[in-house]
């Protein structure tokens, strides 16, 4: 089988909305690359920056783009997530719609995507692969009542349905602020884990 058409079965594999890069595909890289390229010419993918392709929804106006902040969590990578206002927005506790998202990026900032600004974060949140709204409450949690509209009861409550639904993991949270030396985020957790004790 030729190199292009494994990059084509890739390719019809791949969900829809989803991303491709050249090294996730089998062959040789220069070869991958080239069929990569040759299909975004032909519409079947979207380009959104050097070897990161996007396969979307197809319109009659061509290939729905992604989201910025999709593309921001796709080059920041495992362990990545909202921070900041975005983090507040991602967990639904604002009606406020920041005007850059602001992604926290464990170990290395890479350059981020037009509209949106990177923060540098601890390297073990990629070794936890924590999910983005795992993140998003621990930027919470650093930034503190402050940043919400919304009383803190209401974050407290947010995360009860997070541990109940099985999209937070408190011990991973927990042994994180460990790694993070932020006194006051590990203290706020605290107070977070004694109300989902009674």
Request: net charge neutral; proline share 9%; no cysteine.
């Amino acid at each position: 089988m030729s190199t292009a058409q494994r990059v084509r079965d890739r390719i019809d594999a791949s969900p829809e909305r989803s991303f491709v890069t050249a090294l996730t595909t089998d062959g040789p890289r220069r070869a991958v690359e080239s069929e990569l390229s040759r299909l975004a010419q032909r519409g079947d993918l979207l380009r959104v920056r050097r070897g990161l392709y996007w396969k979307g929804t197809p319109t009659r106006f061509g290939v729905a783009p992604p989201r910025p902040v999709e593309i921001a969590l796709e080059v920041a990578g495992p362990g990545s997530g909202p921070a900041r206002l975005s983090a507040v927005s991602h967990l639904g506790l604002t009606t406020q719609v920041p005007s850059i998202d602001t992604i926290a990026v464990p170990g290395r900032v890479p350059t981020p995507p037009d509209a949106i600004h990177f923060v540098a974060r601890s390297i073990e949140r990629r070794i936890h692969d924590l999910s983005p709204t795992e993140v998003a409450v621990l930027e919470v949690l650093r930034d503190g009542p402050g940043l919400l509209e919304s009383p803190w009861a209401s974050f407290l409550d947010l995360i009860a349905e997070l541990v109940d639904a099985a999209r937070l993991r408190p011990d991973v949270i927990l042994d994180q602020l460990e790694h993070e030396h932020h006194v006051a985020a590990r203290t706020r957790w605290r107070l977070v884990a004694d109300s989902l004790d009674k």
